[in-house]
Structures are given as structure tokens and as C-alpha cells.
């Protein structure tokens, strides 16, 4: 007990602390990866629609191609354009592939720091409560301790009944602190 009205060590401020830190940190990757997360979307649909558009070039240069009957000049012009067109929607294909793997590694770890964030959130409930508990069992001692005739002015008149309900009381309090200890709360 504390007879120097100097308020005990608060060990639970340095450990809230660290948790309050962990959550500063997280969170500004957060935004930061937000942000890249807004930009590398942006990439997405116009690689989408490049590879589309070669797509239907190519479909459209091979139904010519197919149905040609003119010169051997054209017909070497009109594969030309296929190749380059088969070339130009596998390698946009390629890209828009790239971009999508990227954005979904991207979700990934921000799916990572969303998981981070709530069980930090759930840490800090938990020592909050506990920090509640230790105090709760800390004010029940020191009443009991009053109570009981440690200060000398209760101790005239001792009052066997409440010893044994406060010592009651204080071992409930106990029992329920380590059960949320075993429990994991």
C-alpha cells in the first residue's frame, strides 16, 4: 500500500503507449498505400481497353486476311497488320495483367494492415480493462484494508461481518481477473 499519497507506477501507460504508436504507424501506411492503391486502379481499365480494341483489330484483319482474294502485296500488307496486332494484345495483355497482380498484392497488404489495426483496437479494450480491473482491485484493498483497522480509527470498533464480505468481494474481483486472464479477455 501506498502510505505516501504518491500514485502507484501505471505500467499499463507504457504498453498503451506502444500500442497508440503501432496504430500511428499503421495507419499512415494506410493512407499512403490508399493512395497508391487509387493510382495503380487508374492503370487497370485503359490497359483493359487497349487489349480490346487490338483484339477486335486482329479478329477484324483476320476475317480480311481469310477472305482475300486480290494481290500478293496486299495479302502480305493485310498478315503484316495480324502479327502486329497479335503482337500489340499479348503484350498489352501482359501489362494489364502486371497491373492487376500489382493492385491485388497492393490489396493484400492493405488487407494485412486493416487485420493489424483491429487487433490492435482489440488489445487496447483489453488492456483498458484489465488496467479498470487493477484498479477496481487496488481501491477494494486499500477499503478493505480501512476497513479492517490498518488506519486505527475503524479499528476500535471491528466488524467480523464485513471483514468476511469485503474478503469475499475481493476474491470474486480476483477469481474474475484471472478467469478473463484464462479466457483470453
Do not use: C
Not at 471491528?158 to 477469481?175: C, F, N, Q, S, T
Request: hydrophobic fraction near 45%; proline fraction near 3%; charged fraction near 25%.
Amino acid at each position: 500500500m501506498n502510505t505516501n499519497n504518491i500514485p502507484p507506477h501505471d505500467s499499463y501507460a507504457a504498453f498503451l503507449a506502444r500500442l497508440d504508436a503501432a496504430t500511428a504507424n499503421l495507419s499512415a501506411r494506410a493512407a499512403s498505400l490508399d493512395k497508391a492503391l487509387k493510382a495503380v486502379s487508374l492503370l487497370v481499365d485503359p490497359y483493359q481497353s487497349a487489349v480490346r480494341k487490338w483484339e477486335r483489330r486482329r479478329v477484324h484483319v483476320a476475317e480480311r486476311l481469310a477472305g482475300h482474294t486480290g494481290t500478293p502485296q496486299t495479302h502480305t500488307a493485310l498478315s503484316e497488320l495480324h502479327d502486329m496486332a497479335v503482337k500489340m494484345e499479348s503484350m498489352l495483355r501482359v501489362r494489364a495483367l502486371r497491373v492487376t497482380e500489382k493492385l491485388a498484392a497492393m490489396q493484400g497488404r492493405r488487407d494485412a494492415i486493416d487485420k493489424s489495426l483491429l487487433e490492435l483496437e482489440v488489445s487496447r479494450v483489453k488492456l483498458n480493462s484489465s488496467r479498470m480491473l487493477s484498479q477496481d482491485r487496488q481501491n477494494l484493498s486499500r477499503i478493505f484494508s480501512e476497513l479492517a483497522g490498518a488506519t486505527g480509527a475503524a479499528a476500535a470498533i471491528p466488524d467480523l461481518g464485513l471483514r468476511r464480505d469485503l474478503k469475499e468481494a475481493r476474491e470474486a474481483v480476483i477469481l474474475a481477473e484471472a478467469l478473463m486472464e484464462v479466457k483470453g479477455h
